[in-house]
């Protein structure tokens, strides 16, 4: 009996995964990097899959991988096309094989807050990005907030020239290697899963990231400490495949549509004080938190600002206006 309890057992637990769906239900796989409490998008992406299992019972379910248990981001734009998974929320740098206007996201020092990227976000040349993608068959939904990103290293980081010769994990992103490239650093790209390993390890010296993923992701627990720089900031793309979101019944769509943008309302609202939460949790912890006189931040303005200018014809003008000017 031991041997047919432990294939039902199996059984139940491979079925578990998709505890939640019925046949006949549409079934909405999400898969995202992060944790799942204590983050802005891991709340958020618990909240969505509360609210659609329960308000679209028998028409639609959702079932939420986090933590790349099921994809690293850079493999699930490729799954969702296939078919694989239907729904992400990459970072806004993780969009690079699919189009460069994203790029305006990563230019350092170019949003001073999480306000100014919701501002820029919901003016027409942020709401435009949405459908930046079509063609290559994505679609964006909505932008889903993050923060600023701080700086961290195995050494402190006061002055840009403390970053001179130092291994940097970056985002995939050319902007974010023109950035550390820009203050001596030796950029690498590499999957967000993989950078606590990394920076443990010495295969890289230091990182950029907000308080969400330096504490949720214990980063600050292998870096000499963490410099508040507010240099650039992370956003997330809540994106879906064109031909998956044309396949469902209209109302079943609205349906989703509508929640996702109650969910991003609520949640976005709250993403700063998540991270504040965050950044206290590392001081708590017994973490090292810089903080940079005006003059010295200046300085690493004066050091990466130079960046902008490679890649605006990548991004356009008109869209580089429309951020300086929400930002000025
Ligand atoms: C990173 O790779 O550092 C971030 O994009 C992770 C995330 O989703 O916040």
Redesign the pocket.
């Known amino acids: 009996w031991k041997t047919s309890s432990l294939v039902v057992a199996l059984v139940t637990g491979a079925g578990s995964a998709f505890a939640a769906c019925d046949p006949g239900e549409v079934v909405i796989k999400f898969s995202?990097?992060?944790n799942t409490d204590k983050?802005p998008?891991g709340i958020a992406a618990t909240l969505l899959e509360q609210r659609i299992n329960e308000e679209m019972d028998g028409k639609a379910c959702m079932e939420v991988f986090p933590n790349s248990t099921l994809y690293n981001?850079d493999k699930v734009l490729e799954a969702m096309l296939q078919g694989d998974v239907q729904l992400a929320?990459?970072?806004l740098?993780?969009f690079e094989k699919f189009t460069k206007k994203f790029r305006i996201f990563d230019l350092p020092f170019l949003f001073k807050n999480i306000e100014a990227v919701d501002a820029f976000q919901t003016s027409d040349a942020g709401q435009a990005l949405l459908d930046s993608m079509q063609r290559r068959g994505l679609q964006g939904l909505t932008f889903w907030h993050?923060g600023m990103k701080q700086m961290s290293a195995n050494v402190p980081l006061v002055t840009p020239a403390d970053a001179d010769g130092l291994k940097f994990?970056v985002?995939s992103s050319d902007v974010l290697v023109a950035q550390m490239e820009a203050i001596g650093g030796s950029p690498q790209k590499m999957?967000?899963s993989e950078?606590y390993g990394a920076l443990q390890q010495g295969v890289v010296d230091g990182?950029e990231?907000?308080w969400?993923?330096i504490y949720g992701k214990k980063f600050f627990e292998v870096q000499d400490g963490i410099t508040e720089t507010n240099h650039g900031i992370?956003d997330?793309l809540v994106v879906a495949s064109v031909d998956w979101l044309d396949s469902l019944d209209p109302a079943v769509r609205e349906q989703f549509l509508t929640i996702l943008d109650e969910v991003t309302a609520t949640r976005n609202s709250e993403s700063y004080e998540v991270n504040q939460k965050n950044r206290q949790a590392i001081l708590d912890a017994g973490g090292t938190i810089r903080t940079l006189t005006d003059d010295e931040r200046q300085a690493w303005v004066t050091a990466m600002q130079p960046v902008w200018e490679q890649f605006t014809g990548d991004i356009g003008q008109d869209s580089l206006d429309a951020a300086v000017q929400i930002n000025s």
């Open positions: 995202h990097v992060t983050h998008k981001d929320a990459p970072s740098s993780k993050n994990r985002m999957a967000f950078v990182q990231n907000v969400s993923n992370i997330y």
